[in-house]
């Protein structure tokens, strides 16, 4: 079946400090993939999102680029901020199983100090 | 509304016992969804709604549990005779359309249920 594998956390990093959250997934044909952030005592929130091989998504200087060679879609920003400490999930939606029904990762925390 | 509301935010409930979750979803998204986020389970799809049908209920865990939407817009989430195992936080999330290859998803904070 469908998959999401990330990094375990936490990940914790000084401010500015360059960050790369891990994402690999197992799916069948072509999935469109997402970055949702959760920040502490709020909802889950789309970050970004890549729909086919080589787009590479972007928000609040996140960048996240489809890799369908090696079936990967890692999270990076050159220069955190402590505003950045959440929990990060990578995600997936594939035809197979219908787009509406995402696949989650287990969740990445992060933690910036200052 | 400006987001999706989810009602409670909190609920304690005895072992046995019947629930009922609200989701009140962005209005004019005919989409919804319900999600399950648990310790050990991380997150999970439930169920998914276009407009007042189900086409897909595939994971909702047992029959003890069902929901419901009416007038394309508020669902309701029941949990018959809960179990420890149901606790959880449970997710709504509402989009324009649905199973769409670039729908965003909104998600509301939850209904934390702990079943003691």
């Known amino acids: 079946g469908n998959s999401v594998t990330q990094m375990e956390g936490p990940v914790t990093l000084s401010e500015e400090a360059f960050l790369t959250i891990n994402c690999t997934y197992t799916a069948t044909g072509y999935p469109s993939l997402f970055w949702y952030v959760q920040y502490p005592g709020e909802g889950l929130q789309l970050l970004l999102k890549a729909t086919k091989a080589d787009d590479k998504g972007s928000n609040k200087g996140f960048e996240a680029t489809y890799r369908k060679e090696t079936t990967s879609f890692h999270l990076e920003k050159g220069s955190v901020q402590v505003s950045d400490s959440a929990v990060y999930f990578c995600?997936?939606?594939?035809?197979?199983?219908?787009?509406?029904?995402?696949?989650f990762g287990t969740g990445t925390r992060l933690l910036v100090s200052p | 509304g400006a987001g999706v509301s989810q009602s409670p935010s909190n609920k304690v409930t005895e072992k046995g016992k019947d629930v009922e979750l609200r989701c009140d979803p962005i209005s004019g998204h005919t989409a919804l969804y319900w999600y399950r986020q648990s310790l050990g389970q991380g997150l999970e799809f439930l169920i998914y709604f276009q407009g007042n049908s189900a086409p897909d209920k595939s994971g909702l865990p047992s029959d003890r549990f069902s929901a419901e939407r009416t007038g394309g817009s508020v669902s309701t989430l029941t949990i018959q005779r809960t179990q420890q195992e149901d606790s959880a936080v449970y997710l709504c999330?509402?989009?324009?359309?649905?199973?769409?290859?670039?729908?965003?998803?909104?998600f509301g904070q939850g209904t934390r249920l702990t079943v003691v």
């Open positions: 995600a997936l939606g594939a035809m197979n199983t219908g787009f509406q029904k995402l696949v």
């Open positions: 999330a509402s989009s324009l359309e649905g199973n769409r290859r670039n729908t965003e998803a909104f």
